[in-house]
C-alpha cells in the first residue's frame, strides 16, 4: 500500500466494493447505516481522506459555494458568514469565502476565479459591481444577491423589505415625538443602488408623516462627526438620527457622547442590521433587523434549486423573495 491511501484500500479493509465506499463517503442514504459506519471507521483507521476535487468531477457539481463580501468591517456580515456556515452544512455545501474591499472589479475577479473553480454558485453580499455586469456573470455562474435585488435579470435575489423598513423606524420616531430625522447615509458607488433605495425609502414614509429629513452621506475619509455634527443647529429640535447601517450608528453614539449628548434623553439613534454591536451595553441602539436567518435559508434554497436546473440547460429567470423586517427598540431612541 502506498503512502497515500485509496478508495479501493478502504473498501479491502472494510469487506465491500469500492463503489459502496464511494456512496457512503458522499453521503448517499442508499448505504444501510451499519455499513457506512464500518466504512467510515475503515477510512479513519487507513487515515483516507476524501478527495473533494476529484470527486466534484465524476460526479459534474461541486459541493463548494462562493460568498462574496464588500468587506469584513461590517458586523452585519460576521453574522451572516456564521449563518451561512450552519445553513451549508444542511445542504452539504462548502462555503469559500472572499472580500472585494469594495471594489467592482475586484469582484468581477472574484466571480471569474469561482467560476474557473466550478463551484456550486455564489452568494454575493451586497454586490458592488451595476447590476448589468453581474447579470452577464450570471449567465455562466449560478448568482444569488443578498440585500439587493436584480430586476430584469435572470440572477435570484434575496433581500429585505425597504419601504416595511423604514415605515417601522420612522413611525416609531414619530411616536416617541421626534421632529426631525438627520440620515446618516453611506456613500453609493455604481452598483450599489440598495444604498439610495434604503435612503429614499426613509425619506418617502417620512414625507408622508411630515417629519422633515435631512441626508447627509458618511465619507471614508470625512467620517461620522464631520458629516453629523453640522447638522445640530438647535439644542430646542428633537433631532433622530437615523443610520444606514449599524457600523455608522455605533460611530455616531460615540461622537454624540463626546459632545454630551445623551442618546435616547437629547436624540435619537437608529441603525440598520440589529448586529450585536447594537446590543452591546456601551452601544445599546434601536435598530432593524433583517431576519438574517431567513434571508441566508432562502438565499441557499434558491441557489440548490438554481444547481440543480443547471444539468439540464434550464436557466429560469431571476426570483425575488422580500424578507419582512423587525425593529429591536433599545434606549437610545
Known sequence: ????????????????????????????????????????????QLGYSRHLGAASLAAGRSPVVGVVLPDLRNPFFEGLVATLQAESDRHRLLPLVATVSNDPAREA??????????????????????????????????????????????????????????RLVVDHLAARGWQRIVYLSSEAGAGQVWVDRRRSAIERIAAERSLPVTVVEVGADDGVAAALLPQLTSAAERVAVVAHNDLVAADAVVVLRGHGLVPGRDIAVVGFDDTHVARRPE????????????LVHLALAALVERRAAEPDGARPTGREWVVTPSLSVRDSS
Open 283 to 294: 452601544y445599546n441602539f434601536t435598530s432593524v433587523s433583517q431576519n438574517l436567518s431567513q
Open 1 to 44: 500500500m502506498g503512502s497515500e491511501p485509496t478508495q479501493s484500500d478502504v473498501a479491502q479493509l472494510a469487506g465491500v466494493s469500492r463503489g459502496l465506499v464511494s456512496l457512503a463517503l458522499s453521503g448517499s442514504p442508499a448505504v444501510a447505516e451499519a455499513t457506512r459506519d464500518r466504512i467510515l471507521a475503515a477510512a479513519e
Open 109 to 166: 475577479v472574484v466571480l471569474e476565479r469561482f467560476r474557473q473553480l466550478r463551484v456550486a454558485g455564489a452568494v454575493l453580499v451586497s454586490p458592488v459591481q451595476p447590476l448589468a455586469d453581474l447579470s452577464a456573470a450570471g449567465r455562466s455562474l449560478p448568482l444569488v444577491l443578498v440585500g439587493a435585488d436584480a430586476p430584469g435579470t435572470t440572477i435570484d435575489c434575496v433581500h429585505m423589505d425597504e419601504d416595511a423598513a423604514a
